[in-house]
């Protein structure tokens, strides 16, 4: 909300001096020039020391009644700011003190003839974890999804995402020739 000085109301004729000038044009002019030079610096802070992220992709696969540690392709990452450390591309750990938003959006195919249920969640080194159920439907259909979570997490935690499926094998493209790579991992850094 932007704080203007109070404007008065003139009437016809009336002798308007320096001093109202200055409250009815000056001093609007400077509170306007003000937040938008606030915004701008804002702005260019923000280019300066922009948001502490990082967002991965990979494809996965998996048997029947089984499970595994997702494992992202850190060489390559879609976006990255900061520096992430991870040995292996399945736990990553962040790089600073502070609350962290975890956005993880996964779909795929059943490999059997009948559906399958994939759980997919992510769990930090304090016990933290956030996760959903997919039911991909069977005959080649796809079926996807997405969860959101936050955690507060101390410089050098680490998290890692999983997946389980139940019933028929999972899959997140439809074999080869078909690379869509429909896992999506975004962490965010939204407070100190």
């Known amino acids: 909300m932007i704080s203007l000085p109070t404007l008065k109301s003139w009437v016809s004729r009336q002798v308007i001096g320096p001093a109202d000038m200055n409250s009815q044009v000056y001093d609007v002019h400077n509170a306007l020039y003000t937040v938008v030079n606030d915004h701008e610096a ?3 802070k923000l280019k300066a020391n922009p948001v502490l992220s990082i967002t991965l992709q990979n494809t996965i696969a998996l048997d029947a009644n089984a ?3 997702v494992y992202w392709n850190t060489s390559q ?5 900061g520096t992430w450390a991870t040995t292996d591309g399945g736990t990553i750990k962040v790089p600073e003190t502070g ?3 975890f956005t993880m959006s ?19 080194d ?7 159920f997919l039911y991909p ?11 959101t979570f936050a955690a507060s997490l101390v410089a ?3 998290f890692t995402a999983y997946l389980v499926s139940w019933w028929n094998g999972f899959q997140s493209d439809a074999g080869p020739g078909d690379d869509r790579k429909s896992w999506n991992l975004t962490v965010e850094k939204i407070s100190g």
């Not at 990452?77 to 700011?81: E, T």
């Not at 195919?109 to 930090?124: E, L």
């Not at 304090?126 to 959903?132: E, F, N, R």
């Open 77 to 81: 990452p879609l976006a990255r700011v």
């Open 67 to 69: 499970s595994t540690v």
């Open 137 to 147: 439907p069977g005959g080649g259909d796809a079926s996807t999804t997405s969860f």
């Open 126 to 132: 304090p016990g933290q974890s956030g996760g959903s």
């Open 42 to 44: 804002s702005i260019n």
């Open 106 to 124: 996964y779909g795929g195919w059943t490999t059997g003839s009948a559906t399958c249920k994939a759980h997919a969640w992510i769990a930090t």
């Open 156 to 158: 050098g935690h680490s």
């Open 99 to 101: 609350v962290y938003r």
